[in-house]
Nanobody
Framework: QVQLVESGGGSVQPGGSLRLSCAAS????????MGWFRQAPGREREGVAV???????RYGDSVKGRFIISRDYGNNNLWLKMNSLKPEDTAMYYC??????????????????WGLGTQVTVSS
């Protein structure tokens, strides 16, 4: 059974840091693209970062240089280190996974497996 469970969210001041974790239980013998997404009230869901089975990463423009995605390829657990947090980063953060052809994250990939999210609030 596929399951993704996020943790590590919380409330921090601007400039602070958080590390989000995603405990993943996925199908065996499959390559996955995995990533983090976020959605704030009144805004569309946006991609934060993705990482493929080869370690190649991509980041949304708004988080480049501040966030780092990492992955344990033994168990598919996923992390997101968030630095220099801004109020605009306030959102529900979701981890996601999808089968990845060739082990790469296609920019058009639709993620089919999602966690329930963890809340991140950045305020003074």
């Amino acid at each position: 059974q596929v399951q993704l469970v996020e943790s590590g969210g919380g409330s921090v001041q601007p400039g602070g840091s958080l590390r989000l974790s995603c405990a993943a239980s996925l199908y065996a013998y499959s390559d996955y693209c995995m990533g983090w997404f976020r959605q704030a009230p009144g805004r569309e869901r946006e991609g934060v970062a993705v990482i493929d089975s080869h370690g190649i990463t991509r980041y949304g423009d708004s988080v480049k240089g501040r966030f780092i995605i990492s992955r344990d390829y033994g168990n598919n657990n996923l992390w997101l280190k968030m630095n220099s947090l801004k109020p605009e980063d306030t959102a529900m953060y979701y981890c996601a996974a999808e089968h990845s052809g060739g082990g790469y994250c296609n920019s058009l990939l639709d993620f089919g497996f999602w966690g329930l999210g963890t809340q991140v609030t950045v305020s003074s």
